[in-house]
């Protein structure tokens, strides 16, 4: 149940973001995407690996490069990955105390989903936010100028791209 000062303050300033990630991490899994994509020439994505905190919402703690969870994940240009490379994501989940919080991919223009986003989310379980980073990761796009999506189940989206910094928040230096 929450304070009358969490209350308070969730009616001054809004929830709290539902995502938080260190700049670093951020930063660094952001290049990285963007050096996956060859020069531009395919897509690249991560899950985003963390966990829940006291207060609500969930912290990035580290990117799981598809590619290197299934290294054909990435073959045909666009991230196709194959459910027979998942056991190797929850061994790493376990093995590090982590859940997938979310996932992040890039686009060769804009931030929008695709019908083949939209079909075919990463993790199909409702709650399960899925980010895309605009022009193959160039310039390290941050929450603010990238699309943020909720999967809500039953193959519905909600659209939190205008929500961006309020929704995922950079943390530290």
Known sequence: MASPLTKLLGWLFGPPPRLRCARAV??????????????????????LL???????????LEFIFYDDIDPRALETG???????ALPKLWELCR???????????????SCRQSGSDMAN????????????????AKGAPKPG??????????????????AGRRFVKLEGA
């Open 78 to 84: 666009e991230v196709t990955i194959r459910q027979t």
């Open 121 to 136: 989310p990463v993790m199909p379980r409702a709650g399960h936010i899925a980010m895309i980073l605009p022009d193959f």
């Open 95 to 109: 093995g590090r105390g982590y859940g997938v919080v979310a996932d992040v991919h890039v686009h060769p223009g």
């Open 145 to 162: 100028g990238i699309g943020i999506y909720e999967f809500l189940g039953g193959g519905r989206w909600a659209d939190h791209s205008s």
């Open 50 to 60: 963390g966990t829940d905190l006291p207060g609500g919402g969930q912290r990035i």
């Open 26 to 47: 951020w930063r660094d899994g952001v290049r990285e995407l963007e050096r996956r994509t060859r020069g531009g020439r395919q897509e690249s994505g991560a899950y």
